[in-house]
């Protein structure tokens, strides 16, 4: 099987498992916001209630969104690392959303439509955190969010209305909203990737990093993506202990994306020759830190010649 073949079923698998762990990240939510949200007082304040069962609703789904990394065999240091902040930034998303679409259905009276724009509200919210959170553009990451709103919240609704047992009609909706979020943020952050590297070899085999982000930084932005093997530090972990800690760094200069060796006791190679300064990268650079191998890729335009921008 090719190269191509593999990049394609791990971002088919990719936007599956982002899919079944956002439905099971709202199943989650459902049951923690109605066993736990009986003991609080809210003193009947609708605005309280949208506010505290966005935030679990959100959390949950964050979490879990990016708990999928482990189902793709990805470092479960650097897994944890980013569903804390996607569970952060989800609750964040959720009381947003929830709160903006309890406005408009209260104040304004646009009745379930109002809960609509509120649930693509969390969508859109929740996946420019995720884009953050993972390299993507968060313009990307906000279509996304919003077409997984958009349908997850349709198909909330009609289930919701369609089942007798209210609690089971939340829980069924929850998890196809969790699901439609997490699926549709991965598949179009996946299509419209810009730039991305992945690995050859090792226990990461096949991991793909979404550079979008990097490339199309603004002039001043000092934004840049880091290579190593700390999972805490780096942006591209790679468990290898040949790999430095923070090995090498990819930053955006121009229009192209630049790579340079920032440790001081390891080298990276590009197109097997040691680079000494930064490196302009082009389609299909095989780079090589440690004993790891990684090819870059790129959509552009206009081809360049090699060396050339």
């Known amino acids: 099987m090719d190269n191509n073949n593999i990049n394609k079923i791990q971002l088919t698998l990719k936007t599956y498992y982002y899919g079944i762990f956002g439905a099971i990240g709202g199943v989650f939510s459902w049951l923690v916001s109605e066993k736990l949200f009986i003991h609080l007082d809210t003193g009947n304040n609708i605005y309280f209630t949208a506010l505290y ?62 809960r609509v724009v509120g649930w693509i509200v969390f969508g859109i919210v929740l996946g420019i955190s995720d884009s953050i959170n993972s390299g993507a553009q968060a313009l990307k990451g906000a279509l996304g969010g919003a077409l997984g709103g958009l349908v997850g919240s349709i198909f909330l609704e009609v289930i919701s209305r369609l089942t007798d047992t ?3 009609g939340k829980a069924v909706g929850l998890s196809t909203l969790g699901f439609c979020i997490g699926g ?4 179009i952050t996946t299509i419209l990737m810009d730039a991305w590297i992945v690995v050859q070899n090792g226990n990461l085999s096949g991991k ?25 530090k780096a942006n591209i972990y790679l ?15 121009d229009d192209s994306l630049i790579i340079m060796n920032i440790s001081d006791t390891k080298d990276t190679f590009v197109r097997n020759t040691k680079i000494k300064n930064n490196h302009i990268l082009l389609d299909h650079d095989r780079i090589r830190v440690g004993n790891t191998n990684l090819i870059y890729h790129e959509k552009r335009s206009a081809k360049r010649k090699d060396g050339q921008l």
């Open 166 to 168: 209210r609690a089971i």
């Open 53 to 114: 069962h966005g935030a679990v609703i959100g959390a949950f789904i964050g979490v879990f969104i990016n708990m999928a990394d482990i189902a793709l065999r990805y470092s479960l240091r650097h897994t944890f690392k980013k569903a804390m902040i996607g569970g952060v930034l989800g609750a964040l998303s959720g009381s947003v959303g929830l709160l903006t679409g309890e406005f408009i259905f209260t104040e304004i009276g646009a009745g379930a439509y109002g």
């Open 239 to 253: 468990p290898d202990t040949e790999v430095d800690q923070v090995h090498a760094r990819i930053k955006r200069e």
């Open 184 to 187: 549709f943020v991965s598949l």
């Open 208 to 232: 793909i990093y979404n550079l979008s982000k990097y490339i199309h930084n603004f002039k001043m932005s000092k934004s840049t993506a880091t290579i190593g093997s700390n999972p805490w």
